[in-house]
């Protein structure tokens, strides 16, 4: 039987598809907005040993002025219980006391002796309103009354001892490191190549948990101890870099946010709990200078003062994220603070607030009581209040910079309020009067991409749609042309 021969088009049909599938649908790359990220004081040192006469003349220190009330002088161990917590440790008063020429010209010898209106060195740990903070008062030492048998009293000493932490160090995990567990987070990274300034009272560079990541920084201050700021006398600036950026150390299960990141460490004077506001400004403008990706303020920050609004704006338009603490409710009502500052408010274990802030006016909370970091010298100490919640939220800055490097001051910033847990209340598309977005999640905010970020994406173009239907009705017709093919 004689073969049908097959029309010569249907032979062409193999060449035909072979032609439409070599056709390679293009695609564009167009921006597209990434679809918003899912969210996830005072200080209690054990008592230390003596201090060391680590003398800084001129440094910062918390001091006391002795008062009297209806003619009765107020005893060492009051003071220790007001200030401190715990009338036991009167003898650490005394010990960065002793020897110490007072205004009437006559030096601390007694423990069981005080007079009124001598000024008293306290650890720096020391709380309360009674409490002044600063260079030390200046006095000529008045020529004491000789007394029968008296002895010449020493040379008059205007000099300060710093103090130190005892060696002790806290056991086991802290809560705020259990609760916010930033090793999950170390996955991109650990903070390396962010520097973080500490705008505070200085920081201590010997410490090995810092690791020689200490700069010399800047004293913005002027206290007289040169222009760095790589020593710190009261020990609360370097508390503040520890929950930055300590690394993990033998005998201690401590460690930093950021254990890799770079401080800046910038002194400044605080008044009544609140940054001097013309240091303040130079402080923003050295971090800058410096580069740094994240500068965060250990005290309260003015904001009715609009030299201090302007330099915070200042330093997000130069790349530089700040960390603040939120308002007290006290506060006097501020300037609207630019994007690229967070306000941050404290709590506890219990997701209580450690303190009323002003309403609408916390961005995030972190962890502010007990909290674990460094003390001066090779010990640990323990501290509560908003400003031990703030360097928790620089560190995490400090994280999402390192991760993302591209990431503008603002968008770090709002990387961290998309990502954290939520409003105590629980309403995440709302922001919480109290809580602003609610606890910081370290390990959300380096996974996640920020709301509003352009993000690349791959989408077909029109002309790749057409190409692909092109190929699609190739593959039909080559169906067809072999269903013909195999007919008799």
């Known amino acids: 039987m004689t073969r049908r021969r097959r029309p010569r088009r249907a032979r062409l049909l193999p060449g035909l598809l072979l032609c439409c599938l070599g056709v390679v649908a293009p695609t564009v790359a167009v921006p597209a907005a990434a679809a918003p990220a899912s969210s996830a004081g005072s200080a209690a040192p054990s008592a230390p040993a003596p201090p060391g006469r680590d003398v800084a003349p001129g440094g910062f220190v918390k001091y006391v002025v002795v008062r009297a009330?209806?003619?009765?002088?107020?005893?060492?161990?009051?003071?220790?219980?007001?200030?401190?917590?715990?009338?036991?440790?009167?003898?650490?008063?005394?010990?960065?006391?002793?020897?110490?020429?007072?205004?009437?010209?006559?030096?601390?010898?007694?423990p069981g002796v005080l007079r009124p209106g001598w000024i008293l060195v306290l650890p720096w740990d020391a709380?309360?309103?009674?409490?002044?903070?600063?260079?030390?008062?200046?006095?000529?030492?008045?020529?004491?009354?000789?007394?029968?048998?008296?002895?010449?009293?020493?040379?008059?000493?205007?000099?300060?001892v710093c103090t130190v932490a005892s060696r002790r160090r806290v056991s086991g995990v802290p809560w705020a490191q259990l609760?916010?567990?930033p090793e999950v987070a170390w996955t991109r990274g650990k903070g390396a190549g962010v520097s973080v300034a500490v705008i505070d009272s200085g920081v201590d560079g010997t410490l090995p948990a810092l690791g020689g990541r200490v700069r010399p920084g800047a004293d913005a201050a002027g206290t007289?101890?040169?222009?760095?700021?790589?020593?710190d006398c009261t020990g609360h600036g370097t508390a503040m870099a520890g929950i930055v950026a300590a690394a993990a150390q033998r005998g201690t299960d401590f460690v930093g946010v950021a254990p890799e990141a770079t401080i800046v460490p910038?002194?400044?004077?605080?008044?009544?709990?609140?940054?001097?506001?013309?240091?303040?400004?130079?402080?923003?403008?050295?971090?800058t200078t410096?580069?740094?990706?994240?500068a965060m303020v250990g005290a309260s920050v003015d904001t009715t003062d609009k030299r201090v609004v302007a330099a915070l704006r200042a330093a997000v338009d130069r790349g530089t994220t700040v960390v603040v603490a939120a308002p007290a409710a006290t506060a006097a009502k501020g300037a609207a603070l630019p994007e690229g500052v967070l306000r941050v408010g404290a709590v506890g274990p219990d997701d209580r607030l450690t303190e009323v802030y002003r309403p609408g006016e916390v961005d995030v909370v972190a962890p502010g009581v007990d909290v674990v970091?460094?003390?001066i010298g090779s010990g640990e100490v323990e501290g509560s209040g908003t400003d031990y919640a703030v360097p928790f939220v620089a560190g995490l800055v400090a994280l999402v910079r390192s991760s993302e490097p591209r990431l503008g001051a603002a968008e770090a910033a709002a990387r961290v309020m998309a990502t954290a847990d939520g409003a105590a209340a629980g309403a995440r598309s709302q922001r919480d009067r109290e809580y602003g977005w609610g606890m910081i999640n370290p390990a959300a905010a380096v996974n996640a991409k920020p709301a509003g970020v352009t993000a690349t994406v791959e989408r077909r173009s029109p002309a790749g749609a057409?190409?692909?239907?092109?190929?699609?009705?190739?593959?039909?017709?080559?169906?067809?042309?072999?269903?013909l093919r195999r007919r008799p």
Do not use: C, M
Not at 224 to 231: F, K, L, Q
């Open 224 to 231: 007289g101890e040169g222009s760095r700021g790589d020593r």
């Open 466 to 483: 057409i190409a692909a239907l092109v190929a699609i009705l190739a593959l039909a017709a080559l169906a067809v042309g072999l269903r």
């Open 266 to 287: 910038v002194k400044i004077g605080v008044s009544g709990g609140v940054a001097d506001s013309a240091d303040l400004v130079t402080a923003l403008r050295v971090a």
């Open 290 to 294: 410096q580069r740094a990706g994240v």
């Open 127 to 160: 709380v309360g309103a009674e409490v002044g903070y600063g260079p030390l008062p200046a006095f000529t030492p008045a020529s004491p009354t000789p007394s029968k048998g008296s002895r010449p009293t020493a040379a008059p000493n205007s000099d300060v």
């Open 69 to 110: 009330e209806q003619g009765r002088v107020d005893h060492l161990w009051e003071i220790a219980l007001r200030v401190l917590g715990d009338a036991q440790r009167y003898l650490e008063i005394f010990a960065l006391n002793k020897g110490r020429v007072q205004p009437d010209g006559i030096p601390v010898t007694d």
């Open 179 to 181: 609760r916010l567990t």
């Open 373 to 375: 970091s460094l003390g």
